[in-house]
Every structure is written in structure tokens, then in C-alpha cells.
């Protein structure tokens, strides 16, 4: 007898040809954490390992006939990634709308690893008024942490970010540190969790190499353990704990950022 599909998380995301982040990155996190990743492209980039040199918007009409098709498949998670337009942004709230109750974690992808740019602040505000209130977790690093939250001026104050993004209507946000260590942390990554009820954190080593996809893995594999059914504060830490092995055990291709290494060790929780 087959064995029934595990818990389905829905993704829509860019398409990465490098696989280190975008669609691919999310389907690997996804199956290591106990689910199955069903992919809805929002934008194809050109990129490689060292930055992203062009994004085309996927077709919205396209993006939403997917959700149609897929809507019979029991969704137990989505997972948000890059929005490189108003058209795909819009299509993407409304296929969320499509599945009332479904834990929705947002990766908000504003910038690639090499610095190029994948947003402007018009965008920022249509993410703020039209997904937050519609997101259960955002895990922003700290760049997209402050550029989502202008009205801000003290730059180190994360947590006057986060309750600002909670007041949008956002359950949760997940502040990740890797790309710019608090003060006096230099030699660690402290990821904050920031919600109405509790506020918590983890530290990690913090690895000597720049990644390419570690934001992709953390949001999926926390799509996946919300899927399975664990409780958000679990779910964050087997999601972090499950990216730091994949970029400790990660890999160096011949020039740029290294790859997160997310499918040969099976995972165990």
C-alpha cells in the first residue's frame, strides 16, 4: 500500500538557477523537514553565485490557474519568497486568500546576497499593507527588517521594527541576524523571535563564509515543521538548527558565495 503524501507546503518563489536559493532551495528544505514542496514561480532570474543580474515576473494569470490546480492537494503551509512586481505581489494575496487557516511564512527578498536589488520602497509598502496581515511569520534579516519599517530612525532598535510590523497585522517575525551581527556579537548569529506572546532567542556560531540561500532554507524549513504540525517556537528552532547544519556542511563552488548542503544527511527531529 502507498504511503499517504506528507504535509504540503505551498511555495511560491523566484526561480534560482544556481539552486543555492529560490524554488529549488525551498523544495530541498522542504522534503528534509518531513513535507512536500508544490512550486508556483514568481519570477525567473539570471544570477549565479555571486549576484542577480536580471528578474522577469512570472505572468500573475499563470500563478493563479497553479493554485487552482494544486488546490485539491491539502495545504498545510505556505511559504512566500521573492516578489519582484506589483502584479505578482497581488497575485500572490490573493491565492493566499485561497486557503483561510494555512500558516503563511513570508521571506521578504529584497536584496540579493551580492547586493543587487530586488524591490523598491513602493513595493515595501504595498508588502506591508496587502501580505502582513495576512502572514503568521516574516523572517526578515536586519537589512529587510529596517527597509520594511522606514518610519523607524534608531537603527539598532529591532524590536521597535518588529512590533511595528505586528501592528500591520503580522502574527510573528523572525529577525535574523546573519547578515549583520547585533552589538557585541560578532562571533555569533542571535535570530530574535517576536511575538504577542513571548519573545525569544537563539544564538548559533557564526560561520566564516558568505551563503547563498540560507534565508530560502530557514523560511522553508520552518514552512515545513509548522506543516507537520509542531508550535511556532519549536518549529523555530528545529528550522534554524537545520539551516546552520546545511551551511555548515555546505559547499564551495568554483567562485562566489558557498551553497547550503540540505539533502544528504537525512534529518531527525
Known amino acids: 500500500m502507498r504511503r499517504p503524501l506528507p504535509p504540503v507546503v505551498l511555495v511560491l518563489a523566484g526561480h534560482d538557477p544556481t539552486g543555492g536559493a529560490g524554488l529549488m532551495a525551498d523544495s530541498e528544505a522542504v522534503a528534509a523537514c518531513g513535507g512536500w514542496a508544490v512550486t508556483i514561480p514568481t519570477a525567473l532570474t539570471v544570477q549565479n553565485c555571486h549576484n542577480?543580474?536580471?528578474?522577469?515576473?512570472?505572468?500573475?494569470?499563470s500563478m493563479r490557474q497553479m493554485a487552482e490546480a494544486v488546490s485539491d492537494m491539502q495545504i498545510a503551509a505556505i511559504k512566500l519568497g521573492l516578489l519582484a512586481d506589483e502584479a505578482t505581489l497581488r497575485a500572490?494575496?490573493?491565492?493566499?486568500?485561497?486557503?483561510?487557516g494555512v500558516?503563511?511564512?513570508?521571506?521578504?527578498?529584497l536584496k540579493a546576497g551580492g547586493g543587487a536589488v530586488l524591490s523598491t520602497a513602493a513595493l515595501q509598502t504595498l508588502y506591508r499593507d496587502r501580505l502582513l496581515p495576512l502572514v503568521d511569520i516574516l523572517t526578515p534579516n536586519r537589512f529587510e527588517l529596517a527597509a520594511l519599517t522606514p518610519e523607524i530612525l534608531e537603527s539598532h532598535d529591532d524590536t521597535a521594527r518588529a512590533v511595528s510590523l505586528l501592528s500591520q497585522g503580522c502574527q510573528a517575525v523572525l529577525v535574523t541576524a546573519t547578515?549583520?551581527?547585533?552589538?557585541?556579537?560578532?562571533?555569533?548569529?542571535?535570530?530574535?523571535?517576536?511575538?504577542?506572546?513571548?519573545?525569544r532567542q537563539w544564538q548559533w556560531p557564526r560561520l566564516p563564509d558568505v551563503f547563498h540561500g540560507s534565508g530560502c532554507t530557514l523560511a522553508s524549513a520552518l514552512a515545513a515543521r509548522l506543516a507537520v504540525g509542531e508550535r511556532l517556537p519549536t518549529a523555530c528552532e528545529q528550522a534554524q538548527h537545520f539551516t546552520w547544519e546545511s551551511l555548515s556542511h555546505g559547499y564551495q563552488p568554483p567562485s562566489g558565495q558557498c551553497l547550503p548542503n540540505r539533502l544528504p544527511r537525512p534529518v531527525r527531529f
Open 52 to 61: 542577480v543580474s536580471r528578474v522577469m515576473p512570472a505572468d500573475p494569470g
Open 92 to 100: 500572490a494575496e490573493q491565492i493566499i486568500r485561497r486557503f483561510p
Open 103 to 109: 500558516p503563511v511564512v513570508a521571506d521578504p527578498v
Open 179 to 199: 547578515d549583520d551581527p547585533l552589538p557585541g556579537s560578532a562571533e555569533q548569529v542571535v535570530h530574535t523571535l517576536h511575538s504577542p506572546d513571548t519573545t
